[in-house]
């Protein structure tokens, strides 16, 4: 593969002089290439070959035990002043964070192979996609990228002599969390990741680019990047209404994004189609609406919990040409999970390596589990039974609500709907979530989340939410905006809310607002159903969880008031009046 770009060119011969690796591979695209790199791995025990009658094309791999998730501490923004960044981003100087994780880089590669990734984020040529160029000395990441972005030749075709390209570093080094650093530089467009193989820290094209650099872009150029799935509910004539949706991350954008209409409402027709599950990508076109493409090529989604029952597409989904990433390992060569589809084998490999049997405990009690709960699988959308067809299309979906959701426990309704535009900012703006195990550190905490992004805004949150204000100004019609939880528990603990499949009918409600045909009562925080408004065929939850799940706590909500504007405070005069106007018209309704 020859490149003709010359600043491209230049930019691989630095970075080789720099980590110093004995030879660099150019990643071509194809098939055979794919192959050569699989056995290489599968000699070297970097990755191991599945049973190919059970698991046609799949492939197994365990990353370092310190290495299983993000690492958000570890994660920063470099920009000149400290300020563009704001108080939710870790800040580097880009002079500080070239020279601290040039130190870890110099030298790494000594003995390994440098490959040259040229990707596409979104179909390649069109005019919304942006291209990267990855380095990496992994294989593994190499064989990421191939399901997850658009790689090769047609991309280096499409970069020219002097197309604009994301300049992407990532080494493993020696996997050490203390030499780990995942840096982006949006003023260099560039991003330099050392001393990782998890997911998200080292697949570059995703959260790195298409989320932190992406959204910076995005701000400068008028539109959205996004932590979103979208996903088209197709009605029995035959028209399909999208929905983009933002969740944190591990709160089942996977299942939501490819979810069956649950049975009772199947006598409607409903189809669920898949544009994408994690990151969106949206602009106002020439008819004033806002429009979305996945800019990704493939899922990289949880594993336990995923079977036929709560992801039937997803589970048919990753039979084939998937990369299993810690989950356990049968001794015959197959993959097993946790709230998975089948019983546990009688023993295996866990995901540290050990051997494992069902009903093992640690030295707490606690049971040991087969499989890491942020294990995850890579599979690429064309296995996707429920893929949209204009999954590719260049131009995306026409969307028409935005949906914001966290995992809480309490407070928040099963649904609601925001009064106008700039309330709906305020209320992505303060949402909050339950952390999970995607990120290091206390499961369970609740932290804000504005619109999911709090780990993925490239730049200062504040000036985030004036871009999210001030693109309301330019919609011909306005999305409307609604806030879900589909994780609120009764007094025992219980989740209220059965979710997967049955988040259709909260849709259903949606779209229908959406149409002006649903009922609605108006409480402090917004518009929420009526008891009767959501269509409950088929599912007999009994009146007073119904009540429940719908029901807002004026005096839980005035108790949330005060973090809210803890949080609000860290911005200073940085953050848009907008939403203190709202945070002030809020408390005037819960009568404080
Ligand atoms: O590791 S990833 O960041 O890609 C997955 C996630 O946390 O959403
Ligand atoms: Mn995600």
């Not at 993959?335 to 009688?346: K, R």
């Not at 429920?386 to 099963?414: Q, T």
């Not at 001030?470 to 999305?479: I, S």
Request: charged content about 25%; hydrophobic content about 40%; aromatic content about 10%.
């Amino acid at each position: 593969m020859i490149c003709e770009h010359m600043k491209l060119n230049e930019w691989v011969d630095e970075m080789t002089a720099m980590c110093e690796p004995d030879q660099i591979v150019w990643i071509d695209g194809s098939e055979e290439q794919k192959k050569e790199l699989e056995q290489e791995a599968f000699s070297t025990g970097e990755l191991i070959q599945l049973d190919q009658e059970k698991w046609p094309g799949c492939v197994y791999h365990r990353t370092a035990l310190n290495d299983v998730a993000r690492t958000e501490n570890l994660t920063y923004i470099c920009t000149r002043n400290e300020e563009d960044v704001g108080p939710i981003n870790n800040w580097m100087s880009p002079v500080e964070g070239y020279r601290r994780a040039g130190e870890i880089f110099r030298g790494s590669m000594k003995g390994r192979t440098m490959y040259v990734i040229p990707f596409s984020m979104g179909p390649v040529g069109s005019p919304f996609s942006k291209i990267g160029v990855e380095l990496t000395d992994s294989i593994y990441v190499v064989l990421n990228m191939l399901i997850m972005t658009r790689v090769g030749t047609e991309v280096l075709e499409q970069l020219g002599t002097d197309g604009e390209f994301t300049k992407c570093l990532h080494g493993k080094a020696e996997r050490d969390i203390e030499k780990r650093l995942i840096l982006h530089f949006p003023e260099y467009n560039t991003i330099w990741s050392v001393g990782s193989g998890y997911g998200g820290n080292v697949l570059l094209g995703k959260k790195c680019l298409a989320l932190r650099i992406a959204s910076f872009l995005a701000r400068e150029e008028g539109w959205f990047a996004e932590h979103m799935l979208i996903l088209g509910v197709e009605n029995t004539e035959g028209n399909i209404d999208y929905v983009a949706a933002a969740f944190p991350s591990a709160c089942g954008k996977t299942n939501l994004a490819m979810l069956i209409p649950p049975e009772g409402l199947k006598v409607k027709g409903y189809r669920i189609w898949t544009v994408g599950d994690d990151i969106a990508w949206m602009r106002i076109d020439s008819d004033g609406a806002l429009w979305g493409v996945n800019p990704e090529a493939g899922f990289f989604g949880v594993v336990p919990g995923t079977n036929s029952r709560t992801n039937p597409n997803g589970f048919k989904m990753i039979q084939k040409n998937t990369i299993f990433t810690n989950v356990l390992l049968t001794s015959d060569n197959g993959v097993w999970w946790e709230d998975g589809e089948d019983d546990p084998p009688a023993e295996g490999t866990d995901w540290t390596g050990k051997p494992w049997r069902p009903g093992m405990k640690d030295a707490d009690g606690k049971p040991v589990v087969g499989a890491n709960p942020n294990s995850r699988f890579t599979a690429p959308a064309t296995e996707c039974p429920c893929l949209s067809r204009r999954w590719e299309h260049h131009h995306g979906v026409p969307i028409s609500a935005l949906i914001f959701g966290g995992r809480r426990a309490r407070l928040a309704p099963l649904v609601y709907e925001a009064f106008d535009w700039q309330h709906g900012v305020y209320v992505a703006a303060t949402m909050a979530s339950e952390r999970t195990a995607a990120q290091y550190g206390k499961q369970g905490e609740v932290r804000r989340d504005p619109m999911a992004m709090r780990p993925f805004c490239g730049y200062n949150m504040a000036d985030y939410f004036r871009h999210w204000l001030d693109m309301g100004k330019h919609f011909k019609k306005q999305p409307r905006i609604f806030h879900v939880n589909w994780f609120r528990q009764d007094a025992s603990g219980e989740f209220m809310w059965p979710g997967y499949g049955d988040n259709l009918r909260v849709i259903e409600w949606i779209l229908e607002r959406c149409e002006g045909t649903a009922d609605a009562e108006q409480t402090p925080i917004g518009w929420v159903p009526k008891l009767d408004s959501l269509d409950m065929t088929g599912l007999d939850l009994g009146q007073d969880t119904m009540k429940a799940l719908l029901s807002v706590d004026a005096e839980e909500w005035k108790r949330e008031l005060a973090d809210i504007e803890d949080f609000f405070k860290q911005f200073g005069a940085r953050l848009p009046g907008e939403l203190w106007q709202e945070y002030e018209a809020l408390k005037e309704r819960l009568g404080v």
